[in-house]
């Protein structure tokens, strides 16, 4: 391909981004460590932050990256970063096949899922090994480095990823997948 193919091509998928960066709403969330910081701020009480970590962990075990093995998950994340989830480990007996980072935090705000009036949702948080100091979303989207903060984001980033049907070999964050659900 000749190289001015190749910087329209690369032109045009980048003014796509900023398109999409442009029209899609900011949401507001409040970032936690865990359910303890959460009440400690004192703006939610405890069965708020309670209710809003259970969201938060089920969309982690929902659409958290997901391994076959624990070495390509610390790859990504870190050594000891990395976990088999609890239901898979009872069902196979303690020897299951998938690993998936830790649940670093967690994020809170009346607009995540679609949520609008009083209640709020929380959707979880992340640290890869490249960037430690920066909480992520399962999309890959920073949020910030310190807890107790207000962050601001696009939609798109808090969206769940879709459902992937095998496990992913490497890459992290869905870089590399073997296969997506539909």
């Not at 400690?40 to 009480?45: K, M, N």
């Not at 209710?51 to 093995?69: F, G, N, V, W």
């Not at 790859?75 to 976990?83: M, P, W």
Request: some cysteine.
């Amino acid at each position: 391909m000749k190289r001015s193919k190749a910087v329209a091509l690369s032109l045009m998928g980048t003014s796509a981004l900023l398109l999409q960066a442009c029209d899609d709403p900011q949401i507001e969330a409040k970032v936690y460590r865990d359910i303890q910081n959460c009440i400690t701020t004192g703006e939610l009480s405890q069965e708020q932050c309670i209710d809003i970590h259970k969201d938060a962990l089920a969309a982690h075990l929902k659409t958290a990256p997901k391994y076959r093995s624990r070495e390509d998950c610390y790859a990504d994340f870190g050594y000891e970063k990395c976990q088999q989830p609890q239901q898979r480990q009872q069902a196979s007996g303690g020897s299951g096949n998938v690993w998936m980072p830790l649940l670093m935090g967690f994020m809170a705000s009346r607009a995540l899922d679609g949520v609008s009036g009083g209640g709020r949702r929380g959707a979880p948080l992340y640290r890869s090994s490249d960037d430690p100091n920066t909480l992520r979303t399962s999309r890959n989207y920073p949020v910030g480095k310190s807890y107790g903060t207000q962050t601001k984001l696009p939609t798109w980033a808090t969206q769940p990823t879709r459902t992937r049907t095998r496990t992913l070999s490497r890459g992290g964050f869905g870089a590399r997948s073997s296969g997506w659900g539909g």
